[in-house]
């Protein structure tokens, strides 16, 4: 089954605090992953792809397939991040199905 | 000029009403895909067309009817609507690096 599990629904840290933000899935086969935002009323934005391995606002995500993770990382959290993320999971085939995790809501406190 | 873009963004309506959400992308994207976010900030894929052709359709009501008159255009026709459609309703069209979503229209049924 293709399935993402974001464990936490809230995630509570303090500006300049450290974040990781947690993403485990399950697939057969090399997966394509990313992470999308959401802020307060907003569209959801894709924030990064594993592919790029690129840091966009300072987040960055490394695919661990021996723990079949992509853990949202960023070392100083600042307010402007508070926002809900997503990981989400390219599904198999050509469908482009794309399979969201549950959320995990960050809140950044001053 | 936004890429994908879907109205009304809010919408009210009695229970036993018929209501369309329509979507528009103008990224040349060929698929385009129909999403509901529920109270709890679940996403869920509803449909998704290719080129205009249905190739997702996720055990959704078939009070529910996407149509698309061409690839730019994935409109979403809801009959009956019940209090259970209260949600967000997000449009999104895909490229090879993820997909692109609308603002949202936010259904409420009384």
């Known amino acids: 089954a293709q399935r993402v599990t974001q464990p936490e629904k809230l995630l509570s840290v303090f500006k300049g605090a450290p974040v990781e933000l947690k993403c485990n899935y399950s697939y057969s086969g090399s997966p394509e992953l990313f992470w999308y935002v959401q802020y307060s009323r907003q569209r959801l934005q894709l924030l990064l792809r594993h592919i790029s391995r690129e840091s966009i606002k300072g987040f960055t995500a490394d695919l661990n397939k021996g723990e079949t993770s992509f853990h949202l990382k960023k070392p100083f959290a600042q307010e402007e991040d508070s926002a809900m993320y997503y990981c989400?999971?390219?599904?198999?085939?050509?469908?482009?199905?794309?399979?969201f995790g549950q959320g995990t809501t960050l809140q950044v406190k001053p | 000029d936004t890429a994908v873009s879907q109205t009304p963004k809010y919408l009210v309506t009695q229970m036993g009403n018929d209501k369309s959400i329509k979507c528009e992308q103008n990224l040349g994207h060929d698929t385009m895909y129909w999403y509901k976010q529920d109270s709890k900030k679940f996403l869920k894929i509803m449909f998704s067309?290719?080129?205009?052709?249905?190739?997702i359709n996720e055990t959704v009501p078939n009070r529910f009817s996407p149509k698309s008159p061409d690839k730019a255009h994935l409109n979403l026709h809801i009959n009956s609507l019940e209090l259970g459609d209260s949600a967000v309703y997000f449009c999104?069209?895909?490229?090879?690096?993820?997909?692109?979503f609308g603002s949202g229209t936010q259904l409420s049924v009384l």
């Open positions: 067309y290719n080129n205009k052709e249905l190739i």
């Open positions: 999104a069209s895909s490229h090879a690096s993820g997909l692109f």
């Open positions: 989400a999971l390219w599904g198999s085939g050509n469908t482009g199905k794309l399979i």
